[in-house]
């Protein structure tokens, strides 16, 4: 009787047992590892903005004009703070395309090219076809880099810092990026009443050092 009892419980444990499924447990995914901080003298001061320290977190974005059947595009980086209005947000530009192809953005290739090939940008406005500047002030005043500026400037993306990554979030060009330049601030002085005086302030940044990316 005994016997014939717990060939019973035998019976059942194994039955109950195939019953049970299995979790499958999916492989991690993986993620582009990207890393933003910039640090340099601005305006004679040592200033340091990194992500996830005081809200800053890093941004970039992309600005497309199509004509004749070509789109051309300029990237933007910049750390941005949910806490402080001061940051510096750097461009380079302009990557092409046939807007024949119908895409939003360039291919992935050309994307990678475009930044291999363009360690030594020169400064332009807006970045077309070159190199920009842009710092904000803590008060919300915004200097630009010039072009045509009288003092010397200089601008490198690190080759070897230029890789690409991609995961489920996109396509990106990690850099470092080290420059120098003054950047102005156009405003018109109305103390001695209209029309005003046209005045520009300068803020030299030097020795700077940005690490970011640009998403396709």
């Given at each position: 009787?005994?016997?014939?009892?717990?060939?019973?419980?035998?019976?059942?444990?194994?039955?109950?047992?195939?019953?049970?499924?299995?979790?499958?447990?999916?492989?991690?995914?993986?993620?582009?590892?990207?890393?933003?901080?910039?640090?340099?003298?601005?305006?004679?001061?040592?200033t340091?903005?990194?992500?996830?320290?005081?809200?800053?977190?890093?941004?970039s974005?992309?600005?497309?004009?199509?004509?004749?059947?070509?789109?051309?595009?300029q990237?933007?980086?910049?750390?941005?703070?949910?806490?402080?209005?001061?940051?510096?947000?750097?461009?380079?530009?302009?990557?092409?395309?046939?807007?024949?192809?119908?895409?939003?953005?360039?291919?992935?290739?050309p994307?990678?090219?475009?930044?291999?090939?363009?360690?030594?940008?020169?400064?332009?406005?807006?970045?077309?076809?070159?190199?920009?500047?842009?710092?904000?002030?803590?008060?919300?005043?915004?200097?630009?880099?010039?072009?045509?500026?009288?003092?010397?400037?200089?601008?490198?993306?690190?080759?070897?810092?230029?890789?690409?990554?991609?995961?489920?979030?996109?396509?990106?060009s990690?850099?470092?990026?080290?420059?120098?330049?003054?950047?102005?601030?156009?405003?018109?002085?109305?103390?001695?009443?209209?029309?005003?005086?046209?005045?520009?302030?300068?803020?030299?940044?030097?020795?700077?050092?940005?690490?970011?990316?640009?998403?396709?």
């Amino acid at each position: 009787m005994n016997r014939i009892n717990l060939l019973f419980v035998a019976i059942i444990g194994l039955t109950l047992n195939s019953c049970i499924d299995h979790e499958v447990i999916p492989a991690p995914e993986q993620m582009v590892d990207l890393k933003a901080s910039f640090e340099g003298d601005i305006g004679g001061q040592f200033t340091q903005y990194t992500q996830y320290v005081s809200g800053y977190e890093g941004v970039s974005d992309i600005s497309i004009q199509s004509s004749g059947g070509t789109s051309k595009a300029q990237y933007t980086f910049g750390l941005i703070s949910s806490q402080n209005s001061a940051m510096v947000r750097i461009g380079v530009g302009s990557i092409s395309w046939s807007s024949s192809l119908g895409t939003y953005r360039p291919e992935l290739t050309p994307f990678n090219d475009f930044f291999l090939a363009n360690t030594l940008p020169v400064y332009k406005e807006f970045a077309f076809d070159g190199f920009e500047v842009v710092y904000r002030t803590q008060n919300d005043s915004i200097f630009v880099s010039r072009e045509n500026s009288v003092f010397a400037q200089t601008v490198e993306f690190v080759p070897s810092s230029i890789i690409q990554g991609s995961d489920s979030s996109g396509d990106y060009s990690k850099f470092i990026c080290n420059f120098k330049c003054y950047v102005y601030n156009d405003w018109t002085d109305m103390s001695g009443g209209l029309p005003g005086v046209p005045m520009t302030d300068s803020i030299l940044i030097n020795n700077a050092v940005y690490e970011g990316w640009f998403k396709r």
